[in-house]
């Protein structure tokens, strides 16, 4: 039977092991299970792989950055943002991957307008790396937004301010804003980050990595102002499905 599973600390709330096993049911995939594996520390990771069959392991919080220490092939996007969540086995040895990046593009792309030329960044972390890299690529002009003013916080030396800095015109000049910080969070509805939400508009574009609740206050606040609104549901299915793509490939890919 072909091993996959998740790795991070603590598990309680899995997307990945649901996902898969709907998967595996709907496809008639019968040599294959995903499991999860709540390792207390990094330094059980070696010890997975004493499981032969196990062929690949998405990871999560607080493992993407430590977990790159023991992948001898990390891609290129591993590489610049410092976050690994896909691993492959293959011929004893580990290739990284982030299927983050390729999950957020694709997700993001639908409802992404000529207008959407500016984004802010709300939050620092692992998450807002990945979509720093996806708006270079984009060529989307963006600055991030942290609650502490974090000199090293952007991998592509964006300005970070403070969210007291924001103000009516910051948000008038930036159409696009993606939440990648986990605030209004289940259980923590009633949250919303503080930006001026009066300056939103119909030329708004609100994304929101969080996908439970599904409709976050801030994306509720900003569809009351017209705003198109979107949240991260699709880029866990996309990042998902690239994840399989890459476990199943005849060699593990290039990226």
Not at 201 to 217: K, Q
């Given at each position: 039977m072909r091993q996959f599973g998740l790795i991070g600390y603590p598990l309680s709330h899995s997307f990945s092991k649901g996902f898969f096993a709907e998967k595996f049911l709907k496809e008639n995939i019968v040599d294959a299970q995903y499991e999860n594996?709540?390792?207390?520390?990094?330094?059980?990771?070696?010890?997975?792989?004493?499981?032969?069959?196990?062929?690949?392991?998405?990871v999560t919080i607080p493992y993407k950055?430590?977990?790159?220490?023991?992948?001898?092939?990390?891609?290129?996007?591993?590489?610049?943002?410092?976050a690994c969540n896909c691993i492959r086995q293959?011929?004893?040895?580990?290739?990284?991957?982030?299927?983050?990046?390729?999950?957020?593009?694709?997700s993001l792309l639908p409802l992404l307008k000529p207008n959407h030329t500016k984004a802010l960044i709300l939050g620092t972390g692992g998450a807002a790396a990945a979509v720093e890299w996806v708006l270079q690529k984009l060529s989307i002009q963006y600055q991030l937004v942290s609650r502490?003013?974090?000199?090293?916080?952007?991998?592509?030396?964006?300005?970070?301010?403070?969210?007291s800095a924001l103000n009516e015109d910051m948000i008038n000049q930036?159409?696009?804003?993606?939440?990648?910080?986990?605030?209004?969070?289940?259980?923590?509805?009633?949250?919303?980050p503080l930006i001026p939400y009066e300056a939103i508009?119909?030329?708004?574009?609100?994304?929101?990595?969080?996908?439970?609740?599904?409709?976050?206050?801030f994306l509720s606040k900003g569809k009351e102002k017209g705003a198109a609104i979107k949240n991260g549901l699709d880029m866990l299915h996309f990042q998902a499905e690239e994840s399989w793509a890459i476990w199943n490939a005849a060699i593990p890919p290039i990226q």
């Open positions: 594996y709540p390792i207390a520390t990094i330094h059980a990771f070696n010890s997975l792989w004493e499981n032969e069959n196990l062929e690949g392991l998405n950055k430590e977990v790159i220490a023991f992948i001898q092939h990390p891609s290129t996007v591993v590489s610049q943002i410092n293959y011929k004893n040895e580990w290739y990284g991957y982030n299927t983050d990046v390729l999950g957020f593009e694709k502490n003013n974090q000199a090293n916080a952007s991998i592509f030396n964006a300005p970070v301010v403070n969210y930036h159409k696009l804003i993606i939440n990648t910080s986990p605030i209004g969070m289940y259980p923590n509805v009633q949250e919303a508009g119909s030329g708004h574009y609100l994304y929101d990595l969080v996908y439970n609740p599904a409709e976050t206050l």
